[in-house]
């Protein structure tokens, strides 16, 4: 069974970065698909990146297209998000999930589709 646990979340300033975490332990196949979704306070979850294990095709939503990157490090099961420029509506739990078996590579961040998730790390933006 695949495990996921986040990590690299805290209280940042505006403008700030961080790196977020996410260890696999189990297993990430050629055709998994991991990705990084967000709850703010009062609001639902939604999805924000996604990236194909097999040839690290990312997809990002558009609020954050400019300052989220995603990537992976296979040989440590590790996948990554660098969040820049940090706004604070960037306040949320960051999860991250995997779907083990999408190939070809679809940039879906459809909830329903992601097999495993994390427990969650909080990520505060204030000064």
């Known amino acids: 069974q695949v495990q996921l646990v986040e990590s690299g979340g805290g209280l940042v300033q505006p403008g700030g970065s961080l790196r977020l975490s996410c260890a696999a332990s189990?297993?990430?196949?050629?055709?998994?698909?991991i990705a990084w979704f967000r709850q703010a306070p009062g609001k639902e979850r939604g999805g924000v990146s996604s990236i194909s294990a097999s040839d690290r095709r990312t997809y990002y939503v558009d609020s954050v297209k400019d300052r989220f990157t995603i990537s992976i490090d296979k040989p440590r099961e590790t996948v990554y998000l660098q969040i820049n420029s940090v706004k604070p509506e960037d306040t949320a739990v960051y999860y991250c999930?995997?779907?083990?078996?999408?190939?070809?590579?679809?940039?879906?961040?459809?909830?329903?589709?992601?097999?495993?998730w994390g427990q969650g790390t909080q990520v505060t933006v204030s000064s």
């Open positions: 189990g297993f990430i196949l050629e055709s998994s698909v």
């Open positions: 999930a995997i779907d083990l078996v999408r190939y070809p590579y679809r940039s879906s961040l459809d909830e329903d589709e992601y097999d495993y």
